[in-house]
């Protein structure tokens, strides 16, 4: 599975448990654009995570 596919298939399971555990309501066309974002930020989230932490602290 790819990175990308992974981190797709995060965020739909996370607005699914929204909208099942917490009765949250999530638009299709929000989890369509929320879910379109992560996609397009999946490498800049991957960089970031891959920094050594001083370097996120500052």
């Not at 989890?31 to 970031?48: G, L």
Request: net charge neutral; hydrophobic share 35%.
């Amino acid at each position: 599975m790819k990175i990308e596919d992974l981190a797709y298939r995060v965020c739909t399971e996370t607005l699914n448990l929204l909208e099942e555990k917490y009765h949250y309501r999530v638009s299709d066309e929000h989890k369509k654009s929320i879910q379109k974002e992560i996609k397009e930020n999946i490498n800049k989230f991957i960089a970031e995570a891959a920094k050594p932490a001083a370097s996120i602290q500052g």
